[in-house]
């Protein structure tokens, strides 16, 4: 809590999502028109959860599920049931991360070809439903990027 009030201001910035601001380089983001998630955390603050788990909660409460032709969800729509895994690339030689991902058949992801042209090992970090781990990923590249300033390697997006 601040001592006095500052001058805050909401804008948007064509053409991205999230970016970084002012000499301290605060990474912002967007607005999406949709303030119910604003509300939910701010309801829910102080209850000693961590933003995956309260977006796990959140997204919970959102009732429809997307579904193929035959009814079924897909494994990647975020309300697939299945598990889902959350890993890390990393390389073999350095220990850098090189990407944060989430597959629900990680043995399948890469190719052991593919992963000698990285350099890279994966480890299996997390497990959780396809929304928790989306989540997790989500997290960690941003954890990623407030230490190094930039997304790791190979993750070509912040989810």
């Not at 889902?84 to 850098?96: S, V």
């Not at 941003?142 to 390697?153: A, E, F, G, S």
Request: glycine share 8%; charged share 25%; proline share 3%.
């Amino acid at each position: 809590m601040l001592e006095s009030p500052i001058k805050v201001y909401n804008f948007e910035v064509e053409d991205f999502h999230t970016y970084f601001v002012g000499e301290n380089g605060i990474f912002v983001h967007n607005g999406c028109g949709d303030n119910s998630w604003n509300d939910y955390q701010k309801e829910h603050a102080g209850e000693g959860k961590n933003r995956s788990e309260l977006a796990a909660e959140y997204n919970a409460t959102k009732p429809v599920k997307s579904t193929n032709s035959k009814g079924k969800v897909h494994g990647n729509s975020l309300d697939y049931e299945g598990t889902n895994y959350g890993y890390e690339l990393k390389d073999r030689t350095t220990g850098e991360t090189l990407k944060y991902g989430e597959s629900i058949d990680p043995q399948k992801r890469y190719s052991q070809a593919e992963l000698d042209r990285y350099n890279a090992d994966m480890y299996i970090q997390v497990q959780g439903s396809k929304r928790e781990i989306h989540n997790w990923q989500h997290e960690k590249i941003l954890d990623y990027m407030y230490v190094t300033d930039q997304h790791p390697l190979l993750n070509k997006s912040l989810w």
